[in-house]
């Protein structure tokens, strides 16, 4: 069985999901944000130690053996040799009544955000930050069950935007029974966001403005 060789904030991250979310991730170390974030959780997915659970992530059976814990429902596993190397003398389960944690040793892979890249995540670009938390958005909305009276209206109103003549608000609302404001900022969030779609408006003198995806 191959090292399972983690960063010190994987590591951290992957402790307090245990010892207090039940193994939900919703915890991370001061100063890792926005891009940060997204490096810690692909390098623990690409492990295969975490995994989707509608909108959060949850430990997954390999993040429990990597941190030396037991599965849940399952008996105290016993390390490989290969693992326990790579891990501090004593390992985070030991300490799990006290609450305190330990740590791996040696952050080892570069592809995980370094102390440098976490301190300098505070001052990313805003731009930058907006658009890794659009595709942080969009990863977690495919992994979420789709919910079929939600995307019926939005396949509904879509259709409505194709059309030639394409749609006003007032006709998507009296379609959909949705408010005004609901209907633009679906256009801003899940069809412009989301879906990629490019929707353009024009209004003709003394007229109503009409939307159409382009």
């Known amino acids: 069985m191959a090292s399972t060789q983690l960063t010190t904030t994987q590591t ?15 915890w991370f170390p001061e100063g890792v944000k926005g891009g940060a974030r997204k490096k810690v959780l ?15 992530w949850v430990v997954a059976a390999e993040g429990y053996d990597a941190l030396s814990c037991s599965r849940p429902g399952v008996g105290a596993i016993t390390p490989e040799p290969e693992i326990v190397a790579t891990v501090a003398k004593q390992t985070p389960c030991e300490h799990a009544d ?12 570069c592809q995980d955000p370094t102390d440098a890249e976490i301190a300098l995540s505070n001052d990313i670009d805003p731009e930058i930050e907006a658009a890794v938390c659009a595709i942080e958005d969009a990863a977690r909305a ?14 509904t109103v879509i259709s409505m935007l194709k059309r030639a003549e394409g749609a006003t608000i007032a ?28 929707i ?4 003709t003198q003394g007229g109503t403005r009409t939307y159409r995806v382009a």
Do not use: M, Y
Request: proline share 2%; net charge negative.
């Open 12 to 26: 951290q991250v992957l402790q307090h999901a245990l010892d207090h979310n039940d193994g939900r991730i919703d």
């Open 98 to 109: 006290t609450g305190a944690s330990q740590v791996l040793a040696d952050e080892i892979d």
């Open 171 to 198: 006709q998507i609302c009296d379609a959909t029974s949705w408010q005004a404001h609901t209907v633009r900022g679906t256009f801003a969030g899940a069809f412009k966001k989301k879906l990629g779609l490019n």
């Open 42 to 56: 692909d390098g623990l997915f690409n492990r295969a130690l975490i995994t989707p659970s509608g909108d959060d």
């Open 142 to 155: 495919q992994a979420k069950v789709p919910r079929t009276r939600e995307n019926s209206k939005q396949a």
């Open 200 to 203: 353009t408006s024009d209004k």
